[in-house]
């Protein structure tokens, strides 16, 4: 389903569809065509795949947002220069999401299978800055890692259009369950597209944005500093990272238990890195411990 934001600036909403993850997209129709994310469902899938797009852009290298890029043959293929591989190699992918490493087997079965997962060979890639000229139209790429390291924003300024993309600002919180997540960058990309100051802001999870939007970023990011003292304090006693992934302090609310406990296990290792870092818990034995 297309939603206007301007005469030349679509929102595609996304299909929902059970036991997938859907997200929607940003489409620009101007002297050239413009997509940016693929994840939209299939039912959107079947009313686009004829759609002649010029510019294809993936915003990062997840699943849900590169999924139908196939349905495009004819589009230039943008991915982000630190998410390249990601989209490219399925070992690297297996890699980030850290499936081997913190015992994900079963999801990473799972995601394969129902994404359909392919590997795709971008075109050309792309940095922060980068921008397309499209007509009158210009799309700017805003680097914004922390739920991927190669996660792009878009803005079109001259519309102060955002397409924000996994900076979702959902009432869940920001999703950093990849080992290669880093939860303090998420922390600057959330600060920066809050100075971008933007009228409009289609997230890739949600409905089009269009109040309260200093309030609504305010709000997102505090979902971070909320989970970290319930960390912090479930940490005045050593624990085990099982123990405190039971908790749920992080992410804990995926309808299938299967994911949520593989993606909790995640979030309390990206959120671990950062406390360490930070110098606010240690590590001995395998448990850690706050150190405020
Ligand atoms: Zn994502
Ligand atoms: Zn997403």
Redesign the pocket.
Known sequence: MLIPITDRIKMVKASSETGLLVANSLLVEDDLTLLIDTGFGRENAEALKDFPVDYLINS?F?E??VMFNWIFPEAELFVPQEDQEGISSRQTYIDWYGFQILGGQTVQDWIFEAFEWREYQADQVFTDGHKWKVGHTTIQAVHTPG??QG?YSFWLEKERVLFAA?VALTKTGP?YGNITSDVDDFISSISRLKALKPQVVVSSHRSLIEKNIDEQFDRYLAIIFEREEKLLSYLEKSRTPEEITAQKFLYGYQPAQLVQAFFERVHVHTHLKRLLNLGWIEERDGRYRSTR
């Open positions: 990062h997840h849900d947002h739920h991927t996660h996994d999703w």
